[in-house]
């Protein structure tokens, strides 16, 4: 069993053990959470996908297993599963014991767009840096879209996410290098900032930002157009 795939088993159990909790019922969700994760996921492997190909990130074959597709080893496909299973639940989790756990709406809006025009200067003054570029790009646009759409989930998912970042940041810890003798991904320096935080690229911070809040907007919004069916047909 590869590294890359113990380390999906493991972010993923704990959340999948606790989807029955009787006070979260996360179980409840997953009509909504899986096409989300799904729609995320298609829209990541395909950045994935050229990433890989133009060499700006990679994998070491040390850590994975040998059954590929796309050009990308099966555990990475499972981390757009898992990340944002595991993600979205301590979301849930946070917002049923710790309702209160919450921005101020008018703080929520100024921060917003503060992160959105932070994103894209940092991504114009870097353009020839794709992962820079294409990161804080896509980070800018998935908060301005929620920002529009449901800006009430940004209240929520902004304090929530300080949390998440305690787990993500260990496994993202391990996979560029921490704790092991090299890194499962690998990064081309000369095609992001070059600021580390530990082993992490800085840019990693919102790469998950944007798979995690995409895949939250998007299962809320399924979870609400359900919800409006069903009291239209009562």
């Known amino acids: 069993m590869s590294l890359y795939l113990i380390i999906n088993i493991i972010t993923i159990a704990i959340p999948l053990l606790l989807s029955f909790d009787k006070r979260v019922h996360y179980y409840t969700y997953w009509k909504a959470l899986i096409?989300?994760?799904?729609?995320?996921?298609?829209?990541?492997?395909?950045?994935?996908?050229?990433f890989t190909e133009h060499g700006i990130w990679g994998f070491n074959e040390r850590y994975i297993g040998q059954t590929t597709f796309l050009g990308l080893p099966l555990e990475e496909f499972l981390f757009f599963i898992t990340v944002?299973?595991?993600s979205v639940f301590?979301?849930?989790?946070?917002?049923h014991y710790f309702p209160k756990l919450r921005m101020?709406?008018?703080?929520?809006?100024?921060?917003?767009?503060?992160?959105?025009?932070?994103?894209?200067?940092?991504?114009?003054?870097?353009?020839?840096?794709?992962?820079?570029?294409?990161?804080?790009?896509?980070?800018?646009?998935?908060?301005g879209l929620v920002?529009?759409?449901?800006?009430?989930?940004?209240?929520?998912?902004?304090?929530?996410?300080?949390?998440?970042?305690?787990?993500?940041?260990?496994v993202n810890g391990v996979l560029t290098g921490s704790f092991i003798d090299e890194q499962v991904v690998w990064y081309n320096n000369q095609e992001n900032l070059g600021i580390r935080l530990a082993t992490i690229p800085v840019e990693d911070v919102f790469y998950g930002m944007t798979l995690i809040l995409l895949s939250y907007f998007l299962t809320e919004t399924l979870r609400n157009r359900a919800l409006h069916r069903k009291q239209e047909a009562a």
Not at 90 to 95: A, G, Q, S
Not at 118 to 134: G, H, P, Q, R, S
């Open 35 to 50: 096409p989300s994760i799904l729609i995320t996921m298609a829209f990541f492997i395909v950045w994935d996908v050229i």
């Open 84 to 86: 944002p299973y595991a």
């Open 90 to 95: 301590i979301i849930y989790v946070l917002e």
């Open 104 to 143: 101020g709406k008018s703080l929520t809006r100024y921060f917003s767009i503060i992160l959105i025009g932070f994103l894209l200067l940092i991504a114009i003054m870097n353009l020839e840096k794709a992962y820079t570029a294409v990161n804080f790009f896509a980070a800018a646009i998935v908060i």
């Open 147 to 170: 920002l529009a759409g449901k800006p009430s989930l940004l209240r929520r998912f902004y304090v929530s996410y300080l949390v998440i970042l305690i787990p993500f940041g260990l």
